[in-house]
């Protein structure tokens, strides 16, 4: 398999075993943090739609109050 390192493309099976064990634990990494982006995004957007909830069931007077402190 070619992989890119370091802006060049290298051939993996010319990896010695250690070389291997390395690119697939960079590919594991890289997998995973954009699992977690995804995650982090969709967990924002739960974040807002459960604020926007509260936001309609807080009384009023704390709704006035909270206006006109800011």
């Given at each position: 398999m070619i992989f890119n390192f370091d802006?060049?493309?290298y051939d993996s099976e010319k990896l010695s075993d250690k070389g291997k064990m390395y690119l697939q634990k960079?590919?594991?990494v890289v997998s995973k943090?954009?699992?977690?982006?995804f995650e982090y995004n969709d967990?924002?957007?739960i974040?807002?739609?459960y604020s926007d909830l509260?936001?309609?069931e807080l009384p009023e007077?704390?709704?006035v109050e909270e206006k006109k402190e800011a």
């Open positions: 802006a060049k493309q960079i590919q594991s943090k954009s699992e977690l982006s967990l924002e957007i974040q807002k739609h509260l936001s309609k007077e704390e709704k």
